[in-house]
């Protein structure tokens, strides 16, 4: 009866170191949370490093006036806009609508909104999107791909 309840013990140990251990994906939600919260908290302060920092070095984005770009290629387009003189721009905090996670994948679906502002005109829009996060080897998620779109078109930054 011992040595059934030893051999019984040692295939659950065996079992056990067998199974991988499950990525906390609570824990990995608020660390992608709290990334989306530093960009606006960047982009707001107008710290183009900041905002880049949020891109993966393989980025590969899908939006209007670029189907195909890259992390170089936005994070140059951002750099410009935030220098703009006399532009004033806020994204609100992102309206996050879903986070699924799998493994070292996440995919956010989420909603931007914008206030632009120049002269005596001002205007809000709303940004569709869906972000593709890939753990990088820091651990740090960044995004790898995404594709977004104007649902109302920002009249100020026409």
């Known amino acids: 009866m011992i040595r059934w309840l030893l051999a019984i013990a040692v295939v659950l ?44 070095p393989d980025l590969v984005s899908t939006v209007p006036e670029s189907l195909d770009g890259s992390r170089d290629a936005l994070c140059g387009k951002l750099s410009a806009v935030l220098a703009k003189p006399g532009l004033q721009l806020h994204y609100d905090s992102p309206d996050l609508r879903e986070i699924i996670v799998s493994g070292d994948i996440a995919v956010v679906r989420l909603f931007w909104t914008l206030t632009a502002q120049k002269g005596g005109e001002s205007s809000v829009s709303t940004e569709a999107g869906m972000d593709i996060f890939k753990r990088q080897p820091d651990g740090k998620w960044s995004i790898a791909r995404f594709i977004s779109f104007s649902a109302t078109p920002n009249k100020v930054l026409q």
């Open 13 to 56: 140990v065996g079992v056990g170191a067998a199974t991988p251990a499950r990525a906390d994906v609570d824990s990995d939600k608020a660390a992608i949370t709290e990334r989306l919260q530093r960009w606006t908290v960047a982009f707001n302060a107008r710290d183009a490093a900041g905002v880049c920092d949020l891109f993966a």
